[in-house]
């Protein structure tokens, strides 16, 4: 008997659609990026666009296709996207942090900010990751606070993107032959984000060595209260308390495996934080002092000497990004 080979099954789209004028363009896909004052033209008589996405919402991957020239401006909220084309001409985060796509270079959208981009005759693939399953899969490796940032200076190395491209490839055949609601769908996720940090580094502090080893318990106790609590105005003896630990104890504990103090650790942590928020906040409604104090920061001179020592440039100049 001759085994009958069978095609893949098909893929539900979560999102598929397509046109052939400007305004219709604009209103497919601006709201899918909280997209505002948009513009798209020709480039010649044919113009036309495509835009497919399959997945769920913890990761989709889509392909966005267009015969003509967009530009406007771009905000992702709660995601982690990362994106190339494989043909046309775009530059993305467009006069601040900008960088002109190259073809099969993956680039990772400016998280959780509003930036500016531009697309012309394109074939461009993208892949959303939800923030939540970002920072669980962080946490695999580092320890994290609820801050998300990853260095985005560095053009990423070919054997990362050889790695990022199979993790997807995984996944697309995992979605194709068992579906959403399997195991294999959830485990290729995990992979495509894992991924995820080979292609970007992390900001984040990596796992000290036997930090989930059980004698660790009361630490973590610690580290996860003062995580849950950054904004409060938190001693030594709070944490110490929510950890069941003496302050001693507590400070031995910080210093033999985080290498530092409670409160040294803290204050690492509420930058972090302030840094996330002058990110992403308006600067026609925020100021630098209202971040500081909202993360415990009481001195504006010392807070912004801190942070430019952590992050390489003045508060202000981030805000205003």
Do not use: C
């Amino acid at each position: 008997m001759t085994d009958v080979q069978t095609a893949p099954a098909p893929i539900a789209p979560l999102v598929a659609v397509a046109g052939t004028d400007t305004s219709t363009a604009i209103q497919d896909l601006a709201g899918m990026y909280a997209g505002r004052a948009w513009y798209s033209s020709h480039v010649d008589s044919d113009y036309w666009y495509k835009y497919v996405a399959v997945g769920d919402d913890q990761l989709s991957i889509r392909r966005s296709q267009m015969h003509g020239y967009l530009r406007g401006d771009v905000a992702v909220e709660n995601e982690v996207v990362v994106q190339w084309i494989d043909a046309g001409r775009a530059r993305v985060d467009v006069r601040r942090n900008e960088v002109q796509m190259q073809l099969g270079v993956p680039t990772l959208f400016p998280i959780e900010q509003r930036f500016e981009m531009e697309y012309e005759d394109w074939d461009q693939r993208l892949v959303h990751l939800s923030r939540g399953l970002v920072l669980d899969v962080a946490a695999e490796r580092y320890l994290t606070d609820g801050s998300l940032a990853f260095d985005r200076s560095a053009t990423p190395s070919v054997e990362a993107v050889l790695q990022w491209r199979g993790s997807i490839t995984a996944a697309m055949g995992a979605l194709r032959a068992d579906g959403t609601a399997s195991l294999a769908w959830h485990e290729a996720q995990r992979d495509v984000a894992r991924s995820l940090f080979g292609l970007y580094r992390f900001e984040g502090e990596p796992l000290p060595q036997g930090f989930g080893d059980r004698r660790n318990a009361h630490l973590r106790a610690a580290v996860d209260f003062i995580h849950e609590h950054t904004a409060d105005s938190l001693t030594v003896s709070d944490i110490a308390l929510a950890a069941d630990l003496s302050v001693r104890g507590l400070q031995e504990s910080f210093q033999r495996s985080l290498g530092r103090t409670p409160m040294n650790y803290l204050r690492q942590v509420r930058l972090r934080r302030a840094h996330a928020d002058l990110l992403t906040a308006d600067p026609e409604t925020t100021s630098v002092a209202a971040v500081a104090s909202r993360w415990g920061f009481t001195h504006l001179g010392r807070f912004s000497s801190e942070y430019r020592k952590q992050f390489g440039d003045y508060p202000k100049r981030t805000l205003r990004r």
